[in-house]
């Protein structure tokens, strides 16, 4: 056996410790804070199964013209505008448009979502000419399914303990009409045939199933036995999707574990988060939460801090886009959470698009952008020193 | 009567038993690690053929183990079955031949014919060639065999941006010029092609390689237009070899019936190959680097991008060729293979900011060749990918084992 035998030999013992120690020379796994995507701690073996049925759904199913695509439509699939179930970015933002009536009817047939993009062979929607519009950054994902069991009562006495508040701000919640595949939750607030709603940028849709359903349809026209109406033609056509999988994606927003702060003992971010409450903030951007009863016993019951208050605000005229959902006004829009705000540049490339449209490229200039009712805040805010500004930042950031 | 019959039996079957004696095999050798010319690369495989049957066999195999792993998330062990491929050729006559190339891939369910076609000769300079043709855009479609190359995986350039292996029925004709230490080739084929599959898919990007799946392009045209592919290569015996090529047509189905559906858009595909050797230390170097110009409706989504680009760079430094472990001239080589592509060239319309959508991929690698025909290969692949957002990238890494070889 003479020196190459050895070589070789060595070689296949290398290959063989290789081997044994593969998973250590594999890349290790990011932070669980610094994601957005990944279920809520202790779902079951079974609700895992289904967790990772709906991720399937959201993130795997790309919709073709085979598969019912369109023809017209804003994404090609549910994970194309939530990367990695963080913020959207301008080439996944939506655009509504037009006025509802007061049975929630739109001016136009053709409405409220612009169909901005179409398969080879058709043609796209246009704006129509002169016609009010907004445009809509998709959302985060995570902790949707805590927001969704938030009790209307705590709902409710939130906008109620606006009533004497000193800063002029005030709130409500957007009552809304439901279309009829929405089960309606037992002892569910109502005035008249309007019920209280609170995902979406206007807090328009009422839960999770309905933010679904709109988004198949209004968003990748896709057909489901819940909404059968086609938006090319805008007559009923065959289910494009089934309920099976409607329900697993439904569950898997619902089960997106709730984003976790970081560097919460971090002296600048706590002193930040002292001057966020010391000038209002908190007013509306309400840290803490709770959920009521669920079937998910990993989510029944628990406090968690979304910094929102579910509510629609006048963020007054520099906000206001003439466009508008249910009872909200057109400069009313709905407190957005700030949960998960530090990672949306993991989502938008790297940068900040903040605010409903995504008009805002900084956490300072989103703040500066506030108005109506929370102009006395956003004064205050103005007038912290620049580096009482820079904390208020780092506490942002670090949400 | 029934004793006759047997004898008769036991007659033919001791004769049957002589004819498949393998020493009346002849097996007619091609050195596969030292290359030809590209295009003589479906020619330049070791066949086996019985005694004066013009008839040859043979084939190829792959098998391989990987443990790899994406941002904590391991795939564990895995064991894998690539494929397994048999050619038949056949000496028709002095310049008539048939070469086919059967594949079997397991995993995909699939037993496809990726090339099976009639060559003429008339003359060196111009053959003719029909059937089910391998389209000659870069290198690695038409040399795609696994024992040729020290990686366990194809390069992700020529698999998942350019379509290997891709192969379409049509006819062309193809030659060779010789001059002193110089080979000049040229192929020019039509055939069918591809369809709107190639942006209308499941990936969610421009990708050819959907086209693949639509087995009727074998029997009848997408849109009845002919996609054109074509190459010319230079090959200098000392330096080696250098390859540019073209593949482009119209693919989508923009009429049925008479009736217009769409407007006609166009697919362009250029590719630059080369290998060459460093004879002092005998390193060698073979790359391909391809673009891709798809017309995409500017009304269709972004996601869907009208520029690729990308490709690969193998470098194979042998350290040892000596008698190992009882094999003659058996090599021990050193590898490395760069990778990048771009699976969305361009901007958003939105932001004036690059689309992402990019991929990248350094494999270090250890080969080795116990004879020329065989393979055994050990990868560790490092690997970056980027969305369309370029929001940070995902990491995948972990080593792959790997056996090939022809039979």
Known sequence: MNKNHFAVIGLFLLLITIIISCQKLEPSAPAEDSILDGPVENLTSAQNIQHLAGDVGFNGQVFTAATGLGPVFVATSCGSCHAGDGKGHPFTTLTRFGKNDSLGRNEFDHGPQLQERALPGYAPEKLPVGTSFAKFTPPINSGLGFIELVSEDDILAMAAGNFNNPDGVRGHPNWSLLPTYIKIRPGSENQGNRYITRFGKKASTYNLLHQTILAYNQDMGIASSFDPSDVFTLLDTDPEISDKIVREVVFYLQTLKAPIQRDQHNSDVITGK?????????????????????????????????????????????????????????????????????????????????????????????????????LVIKNRYNALQENEKQKVIKFLNSL | MKILILATLLFIAFNAQAQIDTTLLRRTTADTSKRKMNMDAIYNRPMLQSGKLPVSLGGYVEANYQHLGTDGISEGHQ??????????????????????????????????????????????????????????????????????????????????????????????????????????????????????????????????????????????????????????????????????????????????????????????????????????????????????????????????????????????????????????????????????????VGRFKETGENIGDEIWSIMPAISFRPNPQTVFRLNYRFQKQRDIFTNPAVNTAGFSFGISTYF
């Open chain 1, 274 to 374: 002292d001057l966020f409450v010391q000038i209002g903030c908190e007013s509306c951007h309400k840290q803490t939460l709770k959920t009521g009863i669920s079937p998910v016993s990993a989510l029944e019951n628990k406090e968690f801090h979304p910094y929102t208050d579910l509510l629609v605000h006048d963020m007054g005229p520099g906000l206001d886009d003439g466009y508008t959902e249910g009872s909200a006004k057109t400069s009313e829009w709905r407190t957005a959470p700030l949960w998960g705000l530090g990672l949306a540049p993991k989502s938008q490339g790297g940068q900040f698009f903040l605010l409903h449209d995504g008009r805002a490229r900084s956490i300072d200039e989103a703040i500066r952008m506030h108005g109506g009712e929370a």
């Open chain 2, 79 to 344: 064991f894998q079955f690539r494929r397994l491929t048999l050619f038949v050729a056949s000496t028709i006559s002095s310049r008539i031949k048939f070469l086919s190339e059967i594949e079997f891939e397991p995993a995909d369910k699939e037993i496809s014919v990726e090339f099976a076609a009639v060559d003429v000769e008339f003359h060196p300079l111009f053959n003719l060639r029909g059937g089910m043709i391998v389209n000659p855009i870069g290198a690695f479609n038409q040399n795609h065999d696994g024992p040729k190359w020290e990686f366990t995986d194809r390069p992700i350039s020529a698999e998942k941006m350019l379509p290997a292996t891709w192969s379409n029925a049509g006819f062309g004709v193809y030659g060779k010029y010789y001059q002193n230490r110089w080979l000049l080739g040229y192929e020019l084929y039509l055939t069918s092609g591809f369809d709107n599959t190639i942006i209308e898919n499941e990936f969610n990007r421009t990708y050819l390689p959907a086209a693949k799946a639509n087995a009727e392009r074998f029997e009848e045209s997408n849109n009845g237009e002919p996609l054109i592919t074509a190459k010319v290569a230079v090959k200098n015996t000392r330096f080696g070899e250098i390859g540019f090529s073209y593949m482009g047509g119209i693919y989508n189905k923009y009429q049925e019936d008479g009736f217009k559906l769409d407007d006609k858009r166009r697919l362009d595909v250029f590719a630059l190959d080369i290998n060459t050797r460093i004879s002092k230390t005998g390193t060698a170097f073979t790359g391909e680097y391809a673009w891709i110009f798809v017309n995409v409706p500017d009304t269709y989504s972004q996601q869907f991008g009208n520029k690729q680009h990308g490709g690969f760079l193998d470098i194979v430094q042998p350290l040892l060729k000596d008698n190992l472990l009882g094999w003659r001239n058996a090599v021990l080589n050193l590898a490395c293979r760069l990778e990048y592509v771009d699976y969305n």
